[in-house]
C-alpha cells in the first residue's frame, strides 16, 4: 500500500503460538517491501473473577510477565530470521495488559496493516478463525492481513497475487492494495471478476455472449487505470459468472496472497463483511487480506 509510514507501520498480532509465529514472518517480509518498521504487539488479558466484577490483578503480575517477556523473545527471534541481515527494517515490541481484540482495533488507527495468524483447520464452511482474527477483520480500521499457512510453510513468493473485482467502491480499494502488493513482490496479479452473484446459471432470458462481454468491458475499466500507473505488473483476467468465493478459493490454490474487499457489491452499509470475503477469509489455505475502502 503506497503512502508515509504510519506510526506503527505493520502492527502484528502475537500470542506465541505457531500460527502467530508464521503471522510475524509474513508480517517481517511485508514490512521489509514497504520499508516501514514492524511492531510486535502482545496482548495480556486481565485475570478477572466472577465476583466483585472487575481485574483479580491491577498490574500484570509477575508469571504473565514472564510468559508475555517468552512471546515477545520468540517473536524478534522469528522477525530476525525472516529479515536476515539487512538490518534496514526497524523491529518494536510491545507489551499491554488489556484485552487483545480492542487494544488491536484502537491501535489499528495508526496502522498500514494489521497482521494476525488463523486458526482453525476446515473445507469451506467450517473453517473457524480465532477471536481476535475474525474480530479484527469486522473492526479493524486499516487493512488486516489473516495468515493461514499449512504447518508454518508460507507460499511460494514468486506465485502471483490475487483480488477479486467486483466494481464496488471497497473493491476498487482491494484492487488498488493487490496492485501495490503485486509490484512491490515483483509478481503477477489474477485479478477475479464474477459478473454475477447467483449461483445457477443461465437464468431464464440472460444471454451468456451478452453478459461476458459486459464483463470483459467492466473488468478491463476497472484494472485500466492501475495498469497505467503500475506498467511492470503483469495481469491475468479471469471472468467467472457465479459463486465467487468458489472461484476466488480456487485460484487461491495457485497464489501467494488473496485480496478481497471488506464488503461487496450490494451490500448494506452496516455489512462489516461480505458473504464473499467472509468465506474467503475463513476458508483460504494462505493470507488473505481484507481491506477497508
Given at each position: 500500500m503506497a503512502g508515509e509510514?504510519?506510526?506503527y507501520g505493520i502492527l502484528v498480532g502475537i500470542d506465541g503460538s505457531a500460527e502467530s509465529n508464521t503471522a510475524v514472518t509474513w508480517a517481517a517480509r511485508a514490512a521489509a517491501l514497504r520499508n516501514v518498521p514492524l511492531n510486535l504487539l502482545h496482548a495480556v488479558?486481565?485475570?478477572v473473577v466472577g465476583w466483585p466484577v472487575g481485574p483479580l490483578y491491577q498490574e500484570m503480575p509477575d508469571w504473565q510477565k514472564d510468559n508475555a517477556e517468552q512471546v515477545i523473545a520468540q517473536a524478534r527471534q522469528t522477525a530476525a530470521e525472516a529479515l536476515g541481515d539487512s538490518g534496514a527494517t526497524q523491529v518494536h515490541a510491545e507489551i499491554v495488559y488489556a484485552n487483545a481484540v480492542a487494544t488491536l482495533v484502537e491501535a489499528s488507527a495508526d496502522a498500514q496493516m494489521v497482521v494476525v495468524?488463523?486458526?482453525?483447520l476446515g473445507a469451506l464452511g467450517r473453517m473457524l478463525l480465532g477471536s481476535v482474527s475474525s474480530a479484527l477483520v469486522q473492526h479493524a480500521n486499516c487493512a488486516v492481513a489473516v495468515v493461514h499457512s499449512d504447518d508454518g510453510v508460507l507460499p511460494d513468493s514468486a506465485a502471483p497475487v490475487l483480488v477479486g473485482?467486483?466494481?464496488s467502491p471497497v473493491s476498487e480499494?482491494?484492487?488498488a492494495f493487490a496492485f501495490d502488493e503485486a509490484a512491490r513482490r515483483g509478481v503477477d496479479l489474477?485479478?477475479?471478476h464474477a459478473w454475477s452473484d447467483v449461483g445457477v446459471f443461465p437464468v431464464l432470458g440472460m444471454d451468456w455472449r451478452d453478459g461476458e462481454s459486459e464483463a470483459y468491458e467492466v473488468l478491463a475499466e476497472r484494472l485500466a487505470g492501475y495498469?497505467?500507473?503500475y506498467p511492470d505488473v503483469h495481469v491475468q483476467r479471469?471472468?467467472?459468472c457465479d459463486t465467487p468465493a468458489k472461484w476466488l478459493l480456487e485460484a487461491a490454490e495457485r497464489a501467494q496472497l488473496v485480496v478481497v474487499g471488506s464488503r461487496g457489491r450490494g451490500g448494506f452499509d452496516a455489512m462489516l463483511l461480505g458473504s464473499v470475503s467472509s468465506a474467503v477469509v475463513h476458508s483460504a489455505k494462505i493470507p488473505v487480506a481484507v481491506v477497508r475502502s
Open positions: 509510514a504510519t506510526k488479558t486481565p485475570v495468524g488463523s486458526q482453525g473485482i467486483d466494481g480499494a482491494a484492487t489474477i485479478a477475479l495498469q497505467e500507473r479471469s471472468l467467472v
